[in-house]
């Protein structure tokens, strides 16, 4: 079964700093890996997502992820925290598995930006 | 704007009763995703459709029951309703039925029981 574990649910960094959100994923077989953002009152957005073509990818806002095999992490940095990205952040597994797929959510991490 | 829309935005009933949420996917889009989030259980899959067939259930309890019609809107229905169904509900769409494509989310129905 896949699975994906968010370290932290409550990361505060200072406006301008770095930003890096972790997150390990467990899955038997070569995942997708996805990270989204929720801003108060909104739905889930996607910020990038890992599909075994290249290992860094880069989303919007300025965010990027790093798909790393051997530590089974895909975790979120911004080398710049900007007041706007403060909100909930969510790291997704996905595995192809014809007939039975499903997204699997981990918990959220909220992102506080300390002015 | 993820160009989903969900309707009510809020839901305020009693244990015991039932109410249906309303999805409209994207333009094109043949997929429907519905989630629950919860504070205690976090975002949780429920079901899937793609182009008016089931295609996945997740942890979606008897009580709940879903569709997606000819014009690909979806509603999800929830009955004998409880304190414990008082969640965020979503709805995603997509263009395809694999999970690897990105999910476009709606803002939610937030369903109060009391």
């Known amino acids: 079964a896949q699975s994906v574990t968010q370290l932290g649910s409550h990361v505060s960094v200072s406006e301008g700093a770095l930003v890096l959100l972790r997150c390990n994923y467990s899955?038997?077989?070569?995942?997708?890996l996805f990270w989204y953002v929720q801003y108060p009152n909104q739905g889930l957005q996607l910020l990038l997502k890992?599909?075994?073509?290249?290992?860094l990818v880069k989303g919007i806002n300025g965010f990027e992820a790093e798909f790393k095999k051997s530590e089974t992490s895909f975790h979120l940095t911004k080398p710049s925290a900007h007041m706007s990205d403060a909100a909930e952040y969510f790291c997704?597994?996905?595995?192809?598995?014809?007939?039975?797929?499903?997204?699997?959510f981990g918990t959220g991490t909220r992102l506080t930006i300390i002015p | 704007d993820s160009g989903v829309t969900q309707t009510p935005k809020h839901l305020i009933t009693a244990t015991g009763q039932r109410v249906t949420l309303r999805c409209s996917p994207r333009?094109?889009?043949?997929?429907v995703y519905w989630y629950q989030q919860s504070l205690d259980q976090g975002l949780q899959f429920l079901i899937h459709?793609?182009?008016?067939?089931?295609?996945a259930k997740g942890n979606i309890l008897e009580r709940f029951s879903a569709q997606q019609f000819p014009d690909l809107h979806s509603e999800l229905n929830l009955s004998s309703l409880e304190l414990g169904d008082s969640a965020l509900y979503f709805c995603?769409?997509?263009?395809?039925?694999?999970?690897?494509?990105?999910?476009?989310f709606g803002n939610g129905t937030r369903l109060t029981v009391t």
């Open positions: 459709y793609y182009n008016g067939e089931e295609r």
């Open positions: 995603a769409s997509s263009v395809r039925d694999r999970f690897n494509s990105p999910l476009h």
């Open positions: 333009s094109g889009d043949l997929s």
């Open positions: 890992y599909t075994s073509a290249a290992t």
């Open positions: 899955s038997s077989v070569p995942p997708y």
């Open positions: 997704a597994v996905s595995v192809s598995n014809f007939g039975n797929e499903k997204l699997t």
